[in-house]
């Protein structure tokens, strides 16, 4: 295509449009989204409903919130790690704390990196 | 440079997709059955050890199933092509040297790679798939892909391997290919399988060792390059693209058997209409046209199968013309009174979409870009809302004749209102 006339101005600093994958996965290939039952995390942001974005390829650490599978079901909790006990954390006054031990069953699933949360 | 290959595959890849977002399947016996639940095509290895053979008729192994608990789960392509594509996507990072070999499989030259163990390299794949997909996977390490392959096998057969096998650390290759039958071997067909054991090779050892000018006369060169390849000679290069298919084919056995034409023509309408959306997806076109029918050859009951294959004058992509030669062609070959089991068809003569010589007689030359315009945005909407949201009515929009997956999983990674549930309790 020839155009005629004069080039636009703008046409120098043209940019692609804002991409959310971009912005809010990292890797791919590990990222799922995961629905939220339950209110047991509240106060971190995370109500019943919302979607998680969870990268599986991040490292459980202390204070992350995660999906664990506990007994089977997958759950989400803040982890946390005292010396040699694991602790799984809920936020919200009503819940109790989960310390993991030997005969649980207990795997993390992923990292959850982001909340999408209609408002 | 030594050429070296890992090859990388899922152990019960179809099971394991299962188990990622079901863990109570883990540590239990689970199958997964085919299209139309018909036989046992994945199981899980608490499955195998109950004695469930691969292929096995569902109907056939109900006992064991029920006596033992078994998990039963109808095939779930959507969730399993997913996981598949973020598998292939995790290896793609150790290189780009890769060949998508199956839906579970493939091969990595790590040809250059300099780690100073390839068993440590390997080990560091297995864990980076398993820890971002969920899938565990087995790694087989050899100069040759037949070798890979070899490999591969061992690494999934002896447990104290951990999932994996490094043959070019093996001092005496020729004791473990003793232990292997030509069954087993990689592009070792039934028939040259039997031919070879007529002729006293039973083992990879024997075949690797076999004569040469033998082997080409009755195997042709394929069978050459297998036993070149079990010396150590790699001659089977890993295929990064794989050229454009051949020929498209879609075809299911029916829920139910269908006796009138109509439902077999809706059936296939709905089969055209799939694989022209995988030609379109390959911006190609088809100039020929199988289409084919038939009863239950494991039914006691009146039986007929038949075919036909109709050389299309233009070469399209146009969804409703080829639904009507599909059409036309099914009455052609349908007789009434059968109880039709399975129908199918099958585009080929494939040509490029921007290499055609239009008819002189038709009007195609003015409305093919309405056409391909049309298709496009059908194809974009199936995409963006989910399979057959548009389709061709012919097709039939109850779809009766449908398959049963009674007991098929939520499609966990591609729907939005079926997405996997955490508790927060």
């Not at chain 1, 030997?102 to 999408?116: C, K, N, P, S």
């Not at chain 2, 290959?5 to 079901?22: G, H, K, P, Q, T």
């Not at chain 2, 239950?296 to 050389?311: C, D, E, K």
């Not at chain 2, 089991?341 to 921007?354: C, E, H, N, R, T």
Request: aromatic letters at 8%; proline letters at 4%; hydrophobic letters at 40%.
């Amino acid at each position: 295509m020839v155009s005629a006339g004069f080039p636009s101005p703008a046409d120098d600093y043209i940019d692609t449009n804002l991409d959310l994958n971009e912005h809010l996965i990292k890797h791919p290939a590990a990222t799922f989204f995961v629905r939220v039952e339950g209110n047991s995390m509240v106060n971190a942001g995370v109500h019943s409903g919302d979607i998680l974005i969870v990268d599986r390829s991040l490292e459980p650490a202390d204070k992350k919130i995660i999906i664990a599978v506990i007994n089977g079901e997958l759950t989400v909790k803040r982890v946390r790690r005292h010396k040699d006990k694991l602790c799984l954390v809920p936020e919200n006054d009503g819940f109790e704390t989960i310390t993991v031990t030997e005969e649980m069953d207990f795997q993390a699933w992923g990292v959850v990196t982001h909340v999408i949360h209609s408002v | 440079m030594e050429n070296l290959f890992a090859l990388i595959d899922c152990n019960n890849f179809y099971v394991s997709c299962e188990r990622v977002f079901n863990p109570q399947y883990q540590g239990k016996a689970v199958v997964v059955l085919s299209n139309n639940d018909g036989c046992i095509i994945a199981r899980s290895n608490e499955a195998k050890a109950l004695g469930i053979a691969m292929g096995t008729p569902f109907f056939k192994c109900k006992d064991i199933i029920n006596r033992y608990r078994v998990e039963v789960l109808s095939s779930n392509y959507a969730l399993y092509g997913d996981m598949s594509r973020r598998v292939m996507n995790t290896l793609q990072q150790f290189t780009p040297s890769l060949e998508v070999y199956s839906i579970d499989e493939a091969f990595l030259s790590l040809t250059g790679a300099h780690d100073t163990s390839f068993s440590d390299y390997a080990r560091t794949i297995k864990m980076t798939v398993r820890q971002w997909t969920g899938i565990p996977v087995s790694v087989g390490i050899g100069p040759t892909k037949v070798l890979a392959k070899i490999a591969n096998k061992l690494a999934k057969r002896v447990e104290t391997y951990g999932g994996i096998f490094d043959l070019t650390a093996c001092k005496d290759i020729d004791v473990l290919l003793e232990s292997l039958t030509v069954h087993e071997l990689w592009g070792i067909g039934r028939q040259y399988a039997s031919l070879l054991s007529r002729h006293g090779i039973l083992t990879a050892r024997q075949l690797k060792y076999a004569d040469d000018g033998w082997i080409r006369k009755h195997l042709t060169v394929t069978g050459l390059r297998i036993l070149w390849e079990l010396r150590g000679i790699s001659c089977i290069p890993l295929e990064e693209a794989p050229p454009p298919k051949k020929g498209i084919g879609s075809s299911r056995s029916f829920g139910r058997p269908v006796e009138a034409l109509d439902e077999l023509s809706e059936a296939v309408s709905s089969y055209i209409s799939r694989a022209a959306e995988k030609l379109r997806a390959q911006c190609s076109l088809a100039s020929v046209l199988h289409v084919y029918l038939g009863t239950n050859r494991f039914r006691q009951m009146p039986q007929y199968s038949n075919g036909i294959t109709l050389t299309l004058s233009v070469p399209t992509s146009f969804t409703p013309h080829l639904i009507r030669y599909a059409k036309e062609g099914l009455k052609k070959i349908y007789k009434k009174g059968f109880q039709y089991q399975k129908a199918g068809v099958f585009l080929s003569g494939i040509v490029p979409q921007d290499q055609v010589q239009l008819g002189l007689f038709t009007r195609d030359r003015l409305t093919a870009g309405y056409k391909r315009a049309l298709m496009d945005s059908i194809d974009g909407i199936n995409r963006k809302w989910g399979k057959g949201t548009l389709q061709c009515a012919s097709a039939g929009v109850k779809q009766t004749w449908g398959m049963r997956q009674e007991m098929k999983s939520k499609n966990f990674t591609t729907r939005w209102d079926e997405l996997p549930v955490a508790r927060a309790g």
